[in-house]
């Protein structure tokens, strides 16, 4: 090895193959059933597909789209932001699109972060907000949401969460709806996420990519509570809510001046992608009501039949209120290792799943955790409740 050092920087020395691609590789190996990586196995609508057809034949976007994003999208966020949630954006100067989430996620944690910042995030956490915070020098500090097995659900513990901040502590970086437990913060949660982060003088960088995948209660974005406003990182995406995750349209909406910070930083990840589908995405934000409210039934049906299966299986499961994830427990099978016991499942009977420690620092709190995916069809789903049950 040169000069007696490894290759990989130690910032990222513990970050090795992500989880998802090994357990589809697995998934692929097998034969099984992939209920492991969040991906559906069915296009989104055609009408929106025929529009990223249309923009290629009319040679919209084939070479470098403008560095911000194509005005019709960026439009098209801002009036989404308004039309839903009554905030009023500027396209020219609050709204940033990226390739997907994922690099929305590293330019905002890339920019706003000096080497030493303390970042509170709500373990567990998707395995690239670690990686992200180490590649930006920041400290990461984990707030960890508890399993309530009387109620089937995960809670925060507000005092915890409070008592996480320290004069170091730079932002909170939150997730609601929350991949992988299906929390969805409620109205008094986020109020005094809110009132903490005004108190305390913190940034907040919010990940709503699940935003209309919510079943029980109602998605809030943080950016609309008081004092938020000048303060907050919100970030969405069209792979999750539109079935085209292939695509890598995502976005950041927030004041000016963090919007020309993080746009600092993205210039130099890809600049710009997706010339393209980038059009196509601007319409399916103006897709009807409608389209929503399918959805929504479409995946409640589909949590509802992986949820009941998997309970019957002899699991223990925590009924998610969005996104489509589901997590259970295994130790009612006897089974108190998830890394062991997904490595295994694909072989004794078909399916791949995820072990919710890799989302975990407290690996010893996520051990006998997995999470498995619903954004599969129906039969898909049906066929691999069958496989289960042979546990």
């Known amino acids: 090895m040169t000069q007696g050092r490894p290759p990989l920087n130690r910032r990222l020395a513990e970050f090795g193959t992500t989880i998802f691609a090994e357990m589809s590789a697995l998934a692929v190996r097998t034969g099984s059933i992939n209920l492991g990586q969040g991906f559906p196995d069915t296009d989104g609508p055609e009408e929106i597909r025929e529009a990223a057809v249309r923009a290629?034949?009319?040679?919209?976007?084939?070479?470098y789209p403008p560095g911000p994003g194509v005005p019709e999208?960026?439009?098209?966020?801002?009036?989404h932001q308004q039309r839903r949630y009554g905030l009023a954006l500027d396209p020219d100067t609050e709204v940033l699109v990226t390739a997907g989430a994922t690099e929305a996620i590293a330019a905002a944690l890339l920019a706003l972060l000096e080497p030493g910042d303390e970042v509170i995030a709500l373990e567990p956490y998707y395995d690239s907000y670690a990686a992200c915070i180490a590649m930006a020098g920041g400290s990461r500090?984990?707030?960890t949401l508890h399993p309530d097995a009387a109620t089937g659900t995960y809670r925060l513990d507000l005092d915890e969460l409070r008592a996480a901040v320290t004069p170091r502590t730079r932002l909170i970086l939150l997730n609601t709806p929350h991949n992988p437990t299906g929390t969805v913060l409620t109205r008094e949660e986020l109020g005094a996420i809110a009132a903490l982060a005004c108190e305390r003088d913190l940034l907040v960088v919010t990940d709503e990519v699940y935003e209309h995948l919510v079943f029980e209660g109602e998605h809030l974005p943080l950016a609309g509570f008081p004092g938020m406003r000048e303060r907050t990182v919100t970030i969405g995406s069209a792979g999750k809510t539109y079935s085209f995750t292939g695509?890598?349209?995502?976005?950041?909406?927030a004041s000016p001046e963090l919007v020309t910070a993080v746009r600092s930083a993205k210039q130099f990840l890809t600049y710009v992608s997706a010339g393209p589908f980038q059009y196509a995405v601007a319409e399916a934000l103006r897709l009807p009501d409608s389209y929503y409210e399918g959805l929504r039934a479409?995946?409640?049906?589909k949590r509802d039949l992986l949820s009941g299966g998997l309970s019957e299986?002899?699991?223990?499961?925590?009924?998610?209120?969005?996104?489509?994830?589901?997590?259970t427990d295994i130790r009612p099978l006897g089974e108190s290792d998830g890394f062991a016991?997904?490595?295994?499942?694909p072989e004794r009977c078909g399916v791949v799943a995820i072990p919710n420690a890799v989302f975990y620092d407290h690996r010893e709190q996520g051990a006998p955790f997995v999470r498995f995916a619903f954004c599969k069809r129906a039969d898909v789903l049906a066929d691999a409740v069958s496989r289960l049950k042979r546990l």
Request: positive net charge; hydrophobic residues 45%.
């Open 56 to 63: 290629l034949r009319a040679g919209h976007g084939n070479q």
């Open 73 to 79: 999208l960026r439009t098209a966020i801002a009036d």
């Open 141 to 143: 500090v984990p707030v």
């Open 247 to 253: 695509w890598k349209v995502g976005w950041v909406t």
């Open 298 to 301: 479409d995946l409640r049906a």
């Open 313 to 327: 299986a002899g699991f223990e499961v925590y009924r998610p209120s969005g996104t489509y994830f589901v997590t």
């Open 341 to 345: 016991f997904c490595r295994a499942l």
